[in-house]
């Protein structure tokens, strides 16, 4: 069972930046897809970027593109989401997620995630 670990979120102003790392438990995980996915109150969980461990690849939703950035330190086992030019409307509990056997572009579906972290929290304030 692969177990993930975020950090790095917190509070910032509007139009700040902030980095959530991701650290999986285990060594395959050079192998998947990973996935940042975000839930605000009363919202669904949305696709926020992901990338291909394997191939590098990455793809990330309309309303980051731009501002954030995700990208993999396979020797730490990590995958980082760079986030600049935050907005209110970011501000949501972000969690990291790997689609196991995937190997090309990342799946932005949630349904086919198969192991999550705990979330970090991303508080925007204006």
């Known amino acids: 069972q692969v177990q993930l670990v975020e950090c790095g979120g917190g509070l910032v102003l509007a139009g700040g930046s902030l980095r959530l790392s991701c650290v999986a438990s285990?060594?395959?995980?050079?192998?998947?897809?990973v996935g940042w996915f975000r839930q605000a109150p009363r919202k669904d969980r949305e696709f926020v970027a992901g990338?291909?461990?394997?191939?590098?690849?990455?793809v990330s939703a309309d309303s980051v593109k731009g501002r954030f950035t995700i990208s993999t330190d396979n020797a730490k086992n990590t995958v980082y989401l760079q986030m600049n030019s935050l907005k209110p409307e970011d501000q949501a509990v972000y969690y990291c997620?790997?689609?196991?056997?995937?190997?090309?572009?990342?799946?932005?579906?949630?349904?086919?995630?198969?192991?999550w972290g705990q979330g970090t929290q991303v508080t925007v304030s204006s």
């Open positions: 285990e060594r395959s995980f050079n192998n998947y897809a």
């Open positions: 997620a790997t689609a196991i056997g995937v190997f090309g572009v990342p799946p932005s579906r949630r349904s086919e995630y198969d192991y």
């Open positions: 990338v291909s461990r394997n191939t590098g690849s990455t």
